[in-house]
C-alpha cells in the first residue's frame, strides 16, 4: 500500500510552536534577569535615601540597657516579616543557589553527591520546574500529558525528574570521574555585558578540580545523559532525536539565564546589606583562579 506523504501544513505548524516555545522561554528568562536588576537598582537607591533620612536626624546613643532589650525585641521577632528578611533566609540556608563557590578549594566526590542533592531540592529548581511547565502547558507539550491540573503535574514532575537526574549524572558522578568542578564562581570586576558573555561562556568552560579551565564535559554530557533518560517516561510522540536535542538546547539556555541570576545573587545580598561580604570566590578578586 502507498504510505501517504507528510502533509505540509502540520510540518509548518510543528515549527510555528517550537519557535512560540523557544520565544516565550527566552522571553521569560530576560523578564527574570530585568526583574533582578530594577530590585538590586531600587534597593541601592533606597538605602541612600534612608542613609540621608539618618544622617538628618540622628538619635542619641541607647544606653547600655537600651541596646540589651533591642537585642532581646530582636530575638524574638525571628519569624520572617520582610522581602529582605527572606532573601536573607535564603542566602543563609543556601536554598536558592547552592553551587554558589563559597572557597577555592576543591570539593570531593561526597561534597560533590551532597552538592547534587541540594541543587536538584534548591528553590530555584522548584521554581524553575514550575515555570516550565506552565509554559509547555500553555502550548500542550508534549500532547500526551493533556490539560488540566492532571497534565500540570505530570509535566512538573517530568521537569524536576530531568532536573535531578541532570544533577546525578552532571554534579556528581561525571564531575567526579572528571575531577571537575561543578559550582558556579562570581566574578565581581564585570559589568552587565561581561556577565552575559562569561554566563554563557560558564556553560561550556567549568574549572578542574586542580583550578585549570577545562571544557564542561560533566556539565554537558550530564544534560544530554538526562535527556536521554527523560524519553523513559515521556510519551511516545516526544522520544525522537529531533525532541531529545531540543530539549537539551533549551537546558543549554536556562543554564546561560540560570547562570546570569548567580553572578547577581551576590550583589543583591550586598545591596540589601543582607550579609557580611563572602571571602574567596564569590564577589571576590578577579584573579585566574575565579576565572573559569
Known sequence: MPTS????????????????????????TCWLIVAILLLVQASGA??????????????????ANQQGQSTTA???MAPVQSGAEMFSFLARKSRLFPNLAMNPGPLSPE????????????LSSWIAAGLSAGINQAYDSPAGYGQGAEGYGKRYGAAMARRASSQVFGTFLLASALHQDPRFFVRSDLNLGGSIKYSIRRVFITRSDTGKHVFNWSGLLGMLMSEGLANAYYPDNFRTAGNTFSRFGYDLLGNAGGNLLRQYWPRINHKLKLAPPPTGPVGGSSSGATKP
Open 5 to 28: 506523504a507528510p502533509v505540509p501544513g502540520n510540518q509548518n505548524q510543528k515549527l510555528h510552536h517550537v519557535i512560540l516555545s523557544a520565544r516565550a522561554r527566552l522571553g521569560l
Open 46 to 63: 533606597q538605602q541612600q535615601t534612608q542613609t540621608q533620612t539618618q544622617t538628618e536626624t540622628t538619635p542619641p546613643a541607647p544606653s
Open 74 to 76: 530582636a530575638v524574638m
Open 111 to 122: 561534597e560533590k553527591f551532597k552538592l547534587a542533592a541540594n541543587n536538584s531540592l534548591a
